[in-house]
């Protein structure tokens, strides 16, 4: 795939800013004073459970919703009072919304006969005649959109005719036509089965360096976000709880909520205790590393499972748990450890040559990576190292 | 394995039944057709084609058939199009809607025969409701429309029974009592039309109304006007109650409401002529069935998401 | 599933007040045009109730309002019976009610179209279920015909053979009875039509599950199949109900002068027949006795009504 950059045509670039969005359906809040800005021609993914308001707002952006207070600004412009459809941005739906009774080349052709012709233009039989050129050239359009993404021969067909990932694709190319300021996203993957769905990431993400558009993406899968966004937002409950990039916020998630959202398997998170000096006692053991006193009581501390590491034998320094499931995925095993004291799972990867000797059943012994535990508060906010800043993430990571 | 021939229970009656109450009387009407029969003469003479000569011929039913096709092409186009403008205004409402819903259904409910008394009696030319009522116009702006003054001046239509009238007045009920199942049906199709496609088509800039009907609205509901125009052809074809009651002799003014299954009623059972009766019978099934078979073929011709 | 369409029920009464706001112009334009509409629907209804209402005077004046001024008047026909004048004064409304029940037979007729509608369902849906159910979960040899066969008889209205099955009733010496009201509707080929969509969506797995606890067919139509699609005959009930109670021209073919044998719209005909001046108020009364059943019970179960008398449009 290749966007023709050769003819000059790159497709125009805009920023996006919300401010102080909010919104309620009735008296259920979904989104409380969102603040984002979206820099021009990145690749921004919301990512959050269902409910948590990413698909309204989403939807307020691009003027198919209302917000309740705030401001949307595409290139400094506040748009709040400009319909959808001048808004100049595409829209790829969850359910693709194809019109089913036209042709691929139709519902393609749609979006450009709406914008660039005028009602005398778009009748059935005159409106070619009047203006043979202008249709020729939106012809020229499709054909070149359907050429990049591989659906040419599907032109004639209708939308019933297609497999899923046809329609996808198609979709893509009614929103990639006439060339936006920005692609909006509504989890369009997440009607295509599994191997596709994994393809379409790479192939998304490769359209998105071509073009240079701006992309703004939802989805409620970590995996997708992980792998496409420049940036992505995580929401829940009508908040953004952290964005950055999908590196910084795998390995410094600002809230136990972000945590345990992103990643798979599941980060573990293991109760612990802060003494009055800010020492950290976690399964039995104490870390080197403290935090300020002023966290004194229940802390939680975050495992990843890459993290910890099978131990040969018992020592201060592991922990000791049995093994109730070998989650085997060819490359990795996950070994699900059940450990005491109703401490709960522990989920700790492994090459597969180090645990085949393992059976459930067997007592497994595991130590962690020096510095690379996470600690929350009791409210679920980062918790730093002693002396730092809590959400100081690169001070909280150093090795105490 | 041992299955039971428990089937040949199951549909037996229902066969038998469909083949003597439905197909049988088919026949019957078919051979009848090309005699003279009548109930209580036994011997019936093979007459060949006249009847259906007569039908294409006489004046009479040249009568006949400019009524049924007058009533079925005022009602179908009326009731289909009041039916859609009443589901499209109802379904934009913010509220209310199932009051209007309710209202326009209340006709379909009713037994025609008795809405069309009462519709004879409102229309009744001295003490009748209408009349009344567009006589309080008279007088006001109103009667710079010429027939509105020419009413004041003389009477106001007779209606029911001045020739020119009869037809309008008696297909006008029949709107009356049909388009609610029309909007009915109609609503139902527009619930099923997905939120996304309105969506979509707003992003891709359809921004008045009308852009919206041609693109979504309109070929979404293509199935269901199909339908309900199939529907609303075979049940004006079958008109009966309301000129039965209005003209229980001859068909009224001039023959001019003069409908096909009233021509039956009268010929056949008024009569005693079956023949020609029959005759009718078979050109009516005729135009029946051609039109439920138009409707699967374009049903089957038409279907979007499979 | 996106949170989008986890909130659109409650989206939708959000934006209510937003959009009444800004477009109560329009909003009420098409109040205005609905509302122009719902009278001239309601017209009659309200002419039937009214004048059900009034005395003859009123309504041949047409003043009264809507339930007339209710002033008792003489009854001519109770003079004529050599009684005083004073004895024969009555009340509008009492007297309309009262005529439309003691000239004609009205109860009577009542009773008869409720035994003609429910013998009606009643056997549609005794024949009707069992080939449904063998159209739809049986393997015979034959089912595709019979199901052709069903598919044809879809074209068929009744009506349009009323004529031959005429004679055929006659010839039987079966005209002027209940049979003869009832015979034409026995087979439901549209019942069976629906039944057979339906049970088609009836998992395999459920009947072969009666199957090995022992039932034999006869038990799953009746114990098994009835019971799951109780939905949809109700649907046809109504869709049922509502054509014959209201069927006119059928009845006035096969039931010529028996008065012991109207259906109801056959009485109100009849008492058209020699309606009078004075008689226009009991006519009315009855109009409204005979529609309102139907009208009641479509107000109190809408939902159910329009579903069935819209179900030929669900296929």
């Known amino acids: 795939m290749c966007w023709p950059n050769s003819n000059g045509a790159r497709a125009t670039v805009a920023t996006i800013t919300l401010t102080r969005i909010s919104k309620s359906f009735g008296a259920t809040r979904v989104l409380n004073d969102i603040d984002l800005d979206i820099q021009a021609g990145e690749f921004l993914t919301l990512v959050g459970p269902s409910g948590c308001g990413k698909s309204t707002l989403l939807r307020i952006l691009a003027g198919l919703e209302e917000p309740n207070t705030g401001e949307v600004r595409i290139d400094g412009r506040t748009v709040n009072a400009v319909r959808a459809a001048d808004r100049n941005l595409a829209m790829v739906f969850q359910s693709y919304a194809l019109y089913p009774h036209l042709t691929v080349a139709e519902n393609m052709m749609t979006p450009l006969r709406l914008r660039d012709l005028s009602w005398r233009e778009r009748l059935p039989v005159a409106g070619p005649l009047l203006a043979r050129a202008k249709h020729k050239s939106l012809r020229a359009q499709v054909e070149e959109t359907a050429r990049i993404l591989e659906i040419e021969p599907l032109l004639q067909r209708k939308p019933g005719q297609l497999s899923g990932g046809q329609r996808q694709r198609v979709a893509l190319g009614r929103a990639m036509v006439r060339k936006p300021v920005a692609f909006l996203m509504d989890e369009p993957l997440s009607n295509l089965d599994a191997a596709l769905r994994v393809h379409m990431r790479s192939e998304l993400a490769e359209l998105h360096s071509d073009l240079g558009t701006t992309f703004v993406y939802v989805t409620h899968d970590q995996a997708e976000a992980l792998t496409m966004s420049t940036r992505m937002a995580v929401m829940m409950d009508g908040d953004i709880l952290q964005l950055d990039s999908p590196q910084a916020i795998y390995e410094n998630p600002s809230d136990i909520r972000v945590a345990q959202f992103i990643g798979s398997p599941k980060i573990n998170i293991l109760p612990g205790d802060v003494d009055s000096d800010g020492r950290i006692s976690v399964a039995g053991m104490t870390l080197a590393r403290r935090v300020s006193a002023a966290n004194r009581g229940a802390i939680s501390v975050g495992l990843r499972p890459e993290n910890l590491k099978l131990a040969k034998g018992s020592s201060a320094e592991t922990i000791e748990g049995t093994l109730v499931y070998r989650e085997n995925l060819g490359s990795d095993l996950y070994l699900h450890l059940a450990i005491g004291e109703n401490i709960g799972r522990l989920i700790v990867r492994a090459a597969p040559h180090e645990a085949s000797g393992l059976n459930v059943g067997d007592q497994v012994f595991v130590e962690r990576l020096r510095g690379e535990a996470i600690f929350f508060g009791a409210d679920g906010k980062r918790v730093g190292a002693a002396g730092l800043k809590s959400n100081g993430a690169d001070a909280a990571r150093a090795v105490a | 394995m041992a299955r039971s021939r428990a089937h040949v229970w199951f549909v037996a009656p229902a066969v038998t039944l469909m083949f003597v109450i439905l197909i049988l009387p088919i026949l019957i009407a078919a051979v009848l057709s090309f005699t003279d029969y009548s109930l209580g003469n036994d011997g019936a003479q093979y007459v060949g084609l006249k009847n259906y000569e007569r039908i294409f011929t006489r004046s009479t039913y040249e009568k006949m058939f400019i009524a049924t096709f007058t009533y079925v092409g005022v009602v179908v186009p009326l009731s289909v199009g009041l039916g859609l403008g009443a589901a499209l205004l109802i379904n934009s409402l913010k509220r209310f809607g199932d009051l209007y819903k309710t209202i326009y259904f209340l006709p379909v409910m009713a037994a025609l025969l008795a809405m069309a008394i009462v519709w004879e009696f409102a229309l009744h030319p001295t003490i009748g409701i209408v009349n009344k009522t567009l006589a309080t116009g008279c007088g006001t702006v109103l009667e710079h429309w010429a027939w509105y003054a020419q009413g004041c001046a003389k009477t106001f239509p007779l209606w029911l029974t001045d020739r020119n009238y009869a037809i309008w007045t008696v297909a006008f009920i029949g709107v009356w009592q049909g388009f609610g199942f029309n909007m009915v049906l109609y609503l139902a199709g527009l619930t099923s039309v997905p939120r996304e496609l309105y969506q979509a088509a707003e992003m891709d800039g359809a921004r008045t109304g009308w852009d919206r009907f041609r693109l979504v609205t309109w070929p979404m509901l293509g199935p269901t006007t199909v339908f309900v125009v199939t529907i609303t052809c075979i049940r004006s074809f079958q008109v009966f109650d309301t000129v039965e009651a209005f003209y229980p002799q001859g068909g009224g003014p001039s023959k001019s409401v003069y409908v096909m299954m009233f021509a039956i009623y009268e010929k056949a059972i008024q009569q005693n002529l079956m023949g020609i009766g029959a005759a009718i019978t078979v050109v009516f099934l005729g135009f029946v069935m051609f039109l439920t078979l138009m409707q699967r073929w374009l049903v089957e011709r038409r279907v979007h998401y499979s | ?315």
């Not at chain 3, 009262?98 to 004609?104: D, E, N, P, W």
């Not at chain 3, 209201?246 to 010529?256: A, E, G, L, S």
């Open chain 3, 1 to 315: 599933m996106s949170d989008a369409t986890a909130t659109a029920a409650v989206r939708e009464r959000s934006s209510d007040d937003q959009f009444v706001l800004r477009w109560s112009s329009r909003e009420a334009l098409k109040h205005a045009v609905l509302i122009v509409g719902a009278l001239i629907v309601l017209l009659p209804f309200y002419v039937m109730l009214s004048y059900s209402f009034k005395s003859p005077s009123e309504i041949m004046t047409n003043t009264g309002g809507l339930i007339g001024l209710q002033e008792p008047f003489r009854d001519d026909y109770c003079v004529k019976l050599g009684n005083a004048a004073e004895d024969c004064m009555v009340t509008p409304v009492i007297y309309n009610y009262t005529t439309a029940f003691g000239k004609a037979p009205l109860l009577r007729y009542l009773f008869n179209g409720a035994v003609v509608t429910a013998s009606i369902f009643f056997i549609q849906v005794l024949i009707a279920l069992p080939c449904a159910y063998a159209l739809a979960k049986l393997k015979w040899w034959g089912r595709e015909f019979v199901f052709s066969m069903v598919l044809f008889c879809l074209l068929i209205p009744v009506h349009a053979i009323a004529l031959p099955l005429y004679i055929m009733l006659s010839k039987l010496g079966l005209t002027n009875s209940y049979a003869a009201l009832v015979i034409p509707w026995t087979i439901s080929v549209f019942g069976i039509f629906l039944m057979r969509q339906f049970f088609m969506t009836v998992p395999d797995d459920l009947i072969d599950a009666a199957r090995m606890d022992g039932m034999n067919e006869f038990a799953i139509i009746w114990k098994v199949m009835l019971p799951t699609a109780v939905p949809a005959l109700l649907a046809f009930a109504i869709f049922s109900v509502v054509a014959h109670w209201n069927d006119y021209f059928w009845p006035r073919i096969v039931i010529t002068g028996n008065r012991e044998l109207f259906t109801p719209p056959l009485g109100l005909r009849e008492f058209k027949g020699d309606a009078d001046g004075d008689n226009f108020g009991p006519m009315m009364a009855t109009a409204t006795i005979i529609v309102t059943p139907l009208i009641v019970a479509f107000l109190i179960a809408q939902r159910r009504f329009i579903e069935g008398i819209t179900l030929s449009g669900m296929k």
